[in-house]
């Protein structure tokens, strides 16, 4: 596929994360007014919640961008999403004859406050990169390490907390928690001392089901993906996780890209897993292409300070897709809502700089990782952590915008009224 030419010149960058090809979905404000649903075109959002209102944009006898979410779009159903992609991408194009209509209802984006895109019923985070767990397995437990003898028959995960989303650009304030390390006789409790970042990309569920679904039809769900950042406080996970796995060390926050990327955006750049073979029952094996060829990375920026990339790496790397993933979480009849986040888990390639958290890169804090002005083992006060990803088509990329968050100092006394 080809750059689809926009009379909106900024969309026909091969640099821009939003040519016509794109429209991803988000929700913004501009001048402190109420929040309202757009999409993204080059340098631009197009006001849909305006369009709507106006007559312009159609796609029921009910109204779906009255509400400053994605929710009653996603629960419309595929048709629908496809009528909005198709009446969109008209309004837009070349040549389009409404173009006089819309220009009006273009905002600057850098004139805008971006809020996150839809309300987050349930939250789940995965763990299904091979590379990931087994560096991990290797940096906790040295020459004994081995992956969990149940990772390659299913995709292991643990249910997280949807209050903790946040969207890009929040501030994320460092933890206080249970630490014990080899250092203490008892647990303490303090500020956590080994926060980090993890890369992911997370699918956003688009149609219920209340029963077990194939990896077909889980696929059919997927409304479209984020960028996600599962910050991490390493020293509490590692008190804590057993035997039921991380608790308050992921519960700080969890931020996401401001701008959902449909699937059917994504749908040129589906790929093959890149990872060896699974030990897979017939229920999980994807009938086709379920992962995607999107380009990622992770940077860091120290306070006042330049931004150094720290790892690149690519969602092919993964082990599990998301419809796999979304498949086994229905197998117990667990019901999914519209509006689930479903993080991929860390996204680490087999290179040294394609780790997709400091605890990889740093090897468990032993290998310092060399940023603009210093080093890093984990994060420090003041720093901010930006993941970017995108699709690389001919002469066009899809984006989904930077996804940020900065570190801040913890309360000197969490428990002060």
Known sequence: MKLMQSWVESANSATTDFPLNNLPCGVFSINGEDPRCGMAIGDYILDLTALEAEGIL???????????????????????????????????AAGASKRWIVEDHLVAMDSARLHLPLMVAEYTDFYSNRHH????????????????PNWLHMPIAYNGRASSVVVSGSEVRRPWGQIKGAEFDAPIFAPSRRFDFELELAAVIGVASDRPVTVAEADAMIFGYVVLNDWSARDIQAWEYQPLGPFQAKATATTISPWIVMQAALEPFRTVTTAPEMALLPHLCAPGPMLYDIALQVAITPEGGAETVVSRTNYAEMSYASAQQLAHHTTGGCPMSVGDLLGSGTISGPAQDARGC?????????????????????LEDGDTVTLRGAAQGDGFRIGFGACTGKLIAALADPYAR
């Not at 290797?138 to 004994?144: R, S, V, Y």
């Not at 400091?358 to 940023?371: F, H, R, T």
């Open 133 to 148: 767990a087994t560096n991990v397995s290797a940096i906790l437990h040295g020459t004994k390490a081995a992956l969990p």
């Open 358 to 378: 400091l605890l990889e890169l740093s090897w468990g804090g032993k290998e310092p990782v060399a940023i603009a002005g210093g080093a890093r083992r984990f």
């Open 58 to 92: 159609q796609l029921g006898a009910a109204a779906l961008f009255d509400v400053p979410f994605w929710n009653e779009v996603m629960e419309a159903g595929p048709a629908v999403w496809a009528d909005l992609r198709a009446q969109v991408t008209a309004m837009l």
